[in-house]
């Protein structure tokens, strides 16, 4: 079956470091993936996504590019804001209408 | 656009009796809702499908009796835990789904606390 694995959290950086978080992915064919952050006591909100090989997702400073050969959709952010503290979840969709697979999510903590 | 409430946001119940959670779509017809529950510091698990007008999908292990799902229109979805008890206590999100040319992804709720003592 479909699944996804995250690094484990919580991350803790600080204001202005590099962001780099983990997601593979175990699908057949080419499904969609993406990345929803949680923020305190709030629901998910997408943050970026792709739907084909080498598509690259971008929105509000991060990143991730669609891997097929690494079956991987890493998340990156070049410089991190106290504000980006949240909770990040990688997930993927096999096809329009199904449901999301999502990976366990990972903590991010940033510092001033 | 493509907003999706839940009410209430968060509940306190006695064990023994049932909540009805409320989602909605504002701005858009969903043919699809989905309903998931978050424990702390772990993942959303997906607990059933439904689609308008005709009865959920419930993932392996869900109990269908306990968790009753009605979709009853193209923008309100219930979520009724019968019976809770405190191990029901979690964070139920839910999050509602049409397919065409301005949408095709699922918009998520805020997300509705459950707390049974």
């Known amino acids: 079956g479909n699944s996804v694995t995250q690094m484990e959290g919580p991350v803790t950086l600080s204001e202005e470091a590099f962001l780099t978080i983990n997601c593979t992915y175990t699908a057949t064919g080419y499904p969609s993936l993406f990345w929803y952050v949680q923020y305190p006591g709030e629901g998910l909100q997408l943050l970026l996504k792709?739907?084909?090989?080498?598509d690259k997702g971008s929105n509000k400073g991060f990143e991730a590019t669609y891997r097929k050969e690494t079956t991987s959709f890493h998340l990156e952010k070049g410089s991190v804001q106290v504000s980006d503290s949240a909770v990040y979840f990688c997930?993927?969709?096999?096809?329009?209408?199904?449901?999301?697979?999502f990976g366990t999510g990972t903590r991010l903590a940033v510092r001033p | 656009g493509a907003v999706v409430s839940q009410h209430p946001s968060w509940v306190i119940c006695k064990s023994g009796t049932s909540v009805k959670i409320e989602c909605r779509s504002l701005d858009f017809q969903a043919t699809t809702m989905f309903w998931y529950r978050q424990f702390p510091k772990q993942s959303l698990m997906l607990m059933a499908t439904s689609n308008e007008g005709s009865k959920a999908t419930y993932e392996q292990g869900v109990e269908k009796d306990k968790f009753l799902i009605n979709h009853a229109s193209l923008t309100l979805s219930t979520l009724t835990v019968t019976s809770a008890h405190p191990e029901d206590s979690s964070f139920y999100i839910c999050?509602?789904?049409?397919?065409?040319?301005?949408?095709?992804?699922?918009?998520f709720g805020p997300g509705t606390r459950l707390t049974v003592l």
């Open positions: 792709a739907t084909k090989a080498d």
């Open positions: 997930a993927l969709k096999k096809s329009s209408g199904d449901k999301l697979t």
């Open positions: 999050s509602a789904y049409t397919q065409g040319d301005r949408y095709n992804e699922q918009f």
